[in-house]
């Protein structure tokens, strides 16, 4: 078995995967989500669930922000961006992510002006060279990147400058779990939790997961043996019959997560009554708005909006993928309409994608472990 | 813009309250320290490690876990070699 050293501690990885098939009851089938992109693209890229007895089975959760965008909502930022004056900013990430009418990346082809920034603070600085243009930043991401956008408008607030908007597409993870809780379409054994989106929020919020729905979770780091053992501790919870949160991650994630994070969110920001997450429909309490008194940095209410929600492409399945129901290579266009350099689902754009970590490495790994095998 | 990647302290800006120079991967870049400050006061000394997310240092970390999400990056390949190119292009002073 060549491919365990691939990554350091091969030998603690062995150790790992022979406790966790010890836990395994005879007969029993697990699943488990990893809630965050960043830890699929870990499990793909080595091969982790050939660690794992086959009755256990990890499954991609809709951690992954440019994954949920709705089409109807590129739409949006699309016609702020085309109107006079405007100079739209966003993450690289965004630029393929396709709307109804194309991507940022289109509609700069056709004229319009669209920045990539690697910060919030990018775009400000975009807004003060500019004055004779509107700045409007793309705001995406979930708790990790909420905190950032929200000093941003605090920084412009306390600059008095005038001519910066943000487009605040901002989600939260807490509901869109909650709303696979609720789903019939799949039964979980547990979760493997996300590890920036809790250094803001820490471990509290997901109390309830264990609390109301009886499911065990686990935050966890990014490396492979992170990843193992958090699957570890899931399965003794599960044999113990216990449901607890866990911080495997605790080097990291604070359990009370940064409260100076949380406090400038709900200082400029609000929860909005509902948004639409790509693939997933529309989720209660799951995003995040500009709050009334920074209305005069609030996109929304500067531009017109259309607000049109434009129905995913027949072809794409990302909404199976984004709730673990199917696995990335089961999408009819996977790898052949669908690729990352065009893409027709969101999973294909980000690398945090399930469909894009698959393509890139999961097939790889695939073909690597059969060799070591067969060798 | 998921990734958070580890930088060191070089020193915190004199003039630029929210602002310390952080060496990522030699390269020497101003991060936003606002979210490590609370009411004004941070104990972010040079030397100390941070986990830097779109221009913010989010959390305080130390060399060992530096390191080990500095190998986890490297594999993740483009992804990072992408935001280390636009953070390198980034100047948020
Ligand atoms: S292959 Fe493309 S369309 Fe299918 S689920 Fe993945 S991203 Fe969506």
Redesign the pocket.
Known sequence: MRYVDEFRDAATARALSTRIAALCEPGRRYKFMEVCGGHTHTIYKHGLEDYLPETISLVHGPGCPVCVIPMGRVDDAIAIAEQPDVIMTSFGDMMRVPGGRGSFFDSKAAGADIRMVYSPLDALKIARKNPDKRVVFMAIGMETTAPSTAMTVLRAASEELENFSIFCNHVMIIPAIKAILDSPDLRLDGFIGPGHVSTVIGCRPYEYVARDYGKPLVCSGFEPLDILESVYRLMVQVAEGRCEVENQYARVVPWAGNPKALQVIGEVMELRPHFEWRGLGFISHSALRVRARYSAFDAERIFDVPGVRVADPK????GE?LKGVLK?WE?K??GTA?TPET??????VSSE?A?AAYYNFGRFSRDRVREATRS | MCLGIPGEVVELMAGHEDLAMVSVEGVQRAVNIGLLRDEGVTDLRPGDWVLIHVGFALSKIDEAEAKASLDWLTGVGDAYTDELRALAASDIT
Do not use: D
């Not at chain 1, 893409?343 to 294909?348: A, K």
């Open positions: 072809a794409c399945q990302c993928v990335p999408c266009v996977f669908c893409p027709i689902g969101t999973c294909m994608g469909c």
